[in-house]
């Protein structure tokens, strides 16, 4: 019955008995793809129902052998039960069209595979590129700045920022922005696109306005939470914190923007705005100093280079229509799961407050107990250890549109753990030429190269970077893996680690505190 009963691909598959794998990857396909299971299921019913019922073989079988009584042969049909077809060898026809379908199958892999390389080539080497700018611009622009602000001054803004930062961020709508975008730009559902962003920039605008609240209420109780500050300090802080949150909250509303891009699989073009980010804000920031050198020109110029940032990327997805680049205020609910959304994002949320309270934790704690001295020094150990972590995490956003087309077409689990294993691969080898690298030369390059002429002895944030950087060598090369958690949903997983971690990070803090006070930087 094959090729006159069964239709390949559009009422059943047609396989060669003597090809097992063939069968398997028919069922298998049949079992992922629930749309091509109900339509050839559908077409299936339709057939035997059809020109193949019962009844209509009976009436046809009656026509035929009234037709070849009185003629000898019967050609009333064309096609269907009783019908003349010279049929093909069942092997040779087979091989046939799995031979056209192979070769063609070949010919698309190949280019797919040409584009990823050469697309995997571009993203990794823009990001290195923004790497190895931000790390020389660290090693000689932040001396410069610590030298031209003071270190007091520069250890004022690290609280600031740090105190803000635990405040406001994203709350797990980035990761969910760019993994929603990149499941509908898979699927070619724009609508539900624009739809999901019209909810996320609602959220963000209600949160917002409590943002704003709470930094208020922090104002207020900012003097009993610095109590170590001279009175000067203290105005100083608060005018940086007043201008510093404002522009937060107001940002904090275009932070979907990179979640945007990096789901519509614009890695590329993200990172070269960033990178011009930050080479404006660093020339912005040494024309500043050098006119006007004081704390408030240097804030001035790091808010007016994330304001280009954030218009240069918006401009860029409205121009080139991207998913999600119109929202969609009004609508109907049933396009988008709202359910399905705020879950997602509120492990998501766990995950990035937890992240965020870790990382800012410390210089807070600093602060309250030792003063701006201490503040400054953490800084220098929490920079070397970010350095290291933009090696690792430079690539890794680029993952998330690829991993869901992996899963949107049915990739095996073997074949997307081996795809994550060569990059956590060549990540391990980074992660640890650098670290190590860092602890046979570090102490020499802070204190002798680096920081030489500051008055401060920075022995301290070399051991504070050492004890920061022996986890990164494991963690770090499992950054990829956390791009197909998000694909996947799994959010929750990463929020139950980040929670173990916060909770760890914030009980040897305070142990340090009490015990060793002046060495309480090293959590």
């Known amino acids: 019955c094959s090729h006159f009963l ?21 069922v298998k396909s049949l079992y992922f793809d629930r749309k091509l299971f109900n339509r050839m299921s559908k077409d299936s019913f339709d057939c035997i129902n059809g020109i193949y019922s019962a009844e ?17 042969e019967c ?14 060898n069942e092997i040779d026809y087979i091989e046939e069209k799995n031979n056209f379908k192979l070769k063609d199958s070949s010919k698309q892999n ?42 007091s001054n520069y250890g004022l803004y690290s609280s600031a920022m740090s105190i803000i930062n635990l405040i406001i961020f994203d709350f797990g709508f980035g990761v969910a922005v760019s993994r929603y975008i990149a499941k509908y730009k898979s699927n070619n559902e724009e609508a539900k ?56 909250i107001f940002t904090f509303n275009f932070l979907p923007l990179d979640g945007i891009l990096i789901g519509n699989d614009r890695f590329y073009s993200y990172k070269v705005i960033n990178l011009v980010s930050r080479i404006l804000n660093i020339i912005l920031v040494i024309f500043g100093l050098i006119f006007i050198p004081n704390i408030y020109t240097f804030i001035f110029a790091v808010c007016f280079s994330n304001l ?20 969609c205020l009004k609508g109907k609910s049933s396009l988008v799961s709202r359910r399905e959304i705020f879950s997602f994002s509120v492990w998501a949320f766990v995950a990035s407050l937890c992240s965020r309270l870790l990382n800012n934790i410390g ?43 992996m899963k949107k077409n049915n990739i095996s689990n073997i074949e997307i753990q081996k795809f994550l294993e060569k990059i956590g691969r060549v990540q391990f080898f980074v992660m640890s030429l650098f670290i190590t690298g860092f602890i046979v030369f570090g102490n020499n390059f802070i204190n002798n190269i680096w920081l030489k002429n500051s008055p401060l002895s920075y022995l301290q944030a070399y051991f504070g970077a050492v004890l920061l950087l022996i986890p990164c060598v494991v963690t770090f090369s499992q950054q990829p893996c956390s791009s197909l958690l998000i694909v996947n949903g799994r959010t929750k997983n990463t929020a139950i680690m980040n929670i173990v971690s916060f909770a760890i990070g914030l009980i040897s803090s305070i142990i340090g505190v009490i015990l060793f006070k002046e060495y309480s930087l090293y959590y």
């Open 6 to 26: 069964v239709n390949n691909g559009e009422n059943g598959f047609i396989y060669n008995y003597l090809n097992d794998n063939q069968l398997f990857e028919f």
């Open 308 to 327: 280009i940032s954030i218009v240069i990327k918006f401009i860029f997805i409205k121009r080139k229509s991207l998913f999600g680049s119109k929202p």
């Open 56 to 72: 209509e073989m009976i009436n046809r079988l009656d026509i035929f052998v009234t037709e070849v009584s009185k003629n000898g």
């Open 110 to 151: 190949n280019v797919s595979k040409n584009s990823d390389s050469k697309k995997f080539i571009n993203n990794a080497a823009i990001s290195y590129l923004t790497v190895f700018i931000n790390i020389l611009a660290g090693l000689i622009y932040t001396p410069w700045l610590i030298d031209t602000l003071g270190s």
């Open 363 to 405: 210089p807070n704690i600093l602060a309250i107990t030792c003063g701006t001295k201490y503040v400054t020094i953490f800084s220098i150990s929490v920079l070397i250890e970010g350095y290291i972590w933009e090696f690792s995490n430079s690539i890794n956003g680029m993952f998330i549109p690829k991993l869901t087309e």
């Open 75 to 88: 050609l009333k049909f064309k096609d269907g039960p009783c019908s003349k077809l010279t049929p093909k």
């Open 193 to 248: 696109a624009n739809y999901f962003i019209g909810i996320v920039v609602k959220t963000f605008l209600t949160i917002s306005g409590f943002l704003f609240i709470a930094l208020s209420i922090l104002y207020i109780f900012v003097p009993l939470l610095y109590y170590s500050f001279t009175p000067n300090e203290m105005t100083i802080f608060r005018n940086i914190y007043i201008v510093l949150g404002l522009f937060s």
